[in-house]
């Protein structure tokens, strides 16, 4: 069964510092990560996705992660952050239907605070 | 360009009462999943659908829990007899199709927020 660890609930953090989320999954076949983020009171919106190639992957707002299929981690990171990235990231993995991006497992999430 | 559009966003239903939520996906999309986020929980998939069938309802409680996505008009996700358990919101994402490479994005909608007093 596939599964994702996200290792930090909170992470607190000052603007302009930069920022790692941590991520790790679990899975016995191929698979495909995902981090979302979640505004207050909003919808998921996706971030960034790893399905094959560079193990470095750009998103959008400046973030970007690192597959690392021997550590089974994909860490979400950005340089500097901004006020505005305050905000729940979330890290998924697809389930068992490999054609679509629907069916995905979830993480439980890390809040992101960005201080002044 | 609408996305997935969900409604109602806010939801208050007394113990015993029935919720019904909507889910609209983007235009043309076929596929539509639910899932519920429970507090300082991530997002559980609930049931996946596709128009007028259902491929996969294993994270669905056996009772009280159903759904659809009829040919014509929204996927409904339905509670029947509520509980102060099933206070949570529900998250609806569409994609296109599941056929050929999984480069498809999953849309979200922005989710009913579900209290039950």
């Known amino acids: 069964a596939q599964s994702v660890t996200q290792l930090d609930s909170q992470v607190p953090v000052f603007e302009e510092a930069p920022v790692e989320l941590r991520c790790n999954y679990s899975s016995s076949v191929s698979v495909y990560l995902f981090w979302y983020v979640q505004y207050p009171n909003q919808g998921l919106q996706l971030l960034l996705k790893?399905?094959?190639?560079?193990?470095l992957v750009k998103g959008i707002n400046g973030f970007e992660a690192e597959f690392n299929k021997s550590q089974t981690s994909f860490h979400l990171r950005k340089p500097s952050v901004h006020i505005s990235d305050t905000a729940e990231y979330f890290c998924?993995?697809?389930?068992?239907?490999?054609?679509?991006?629907?069916?995905?497992?979830f993480g439980k999430g890390t809040k992101l605070s960005v201080k002044p | 360009n609408a996305g997935v559009m969900q409604n109602p966003r806010h939801l208050v239903r007394r113990r015993g009462q029935e919720a019904r939520l909507r889910c609209s996906p983007v235009?043309?999309?076929?596929?539509v999943y639910w899932y519920r986020q429970l507090p300082e929980e991530g997002l559980k998939f609930m049931v996946y659908l596709q128009k007028e069938n259902i491929i996969d309802e294993s994270g669905m409680p056996k009772e009280r829990f159903s759904a659809e996505f009829p040919k014509e008009g929204p996927s409904i996700l339905r509670i029947q007899q509520v509980v102060r358990g099933d206070s949570a919101a529900y998250f609806c994402a569409s994609s296109p199709t599941d056929r050929g490479p999984i480069n498809t994005e999953a849309f979200f909608g922005q989710g009913t927020r579900l209290t039950v007093v």
């Open positions: 235009k043309g999309h076929s596929h």
């Open positions: 790893y399905l094959s190639g560079s193990t």
């Open positions: 998924a993995v697809s389930g068992p239907y490999g054609g679509s991006q629907g069916n995905l497992i």
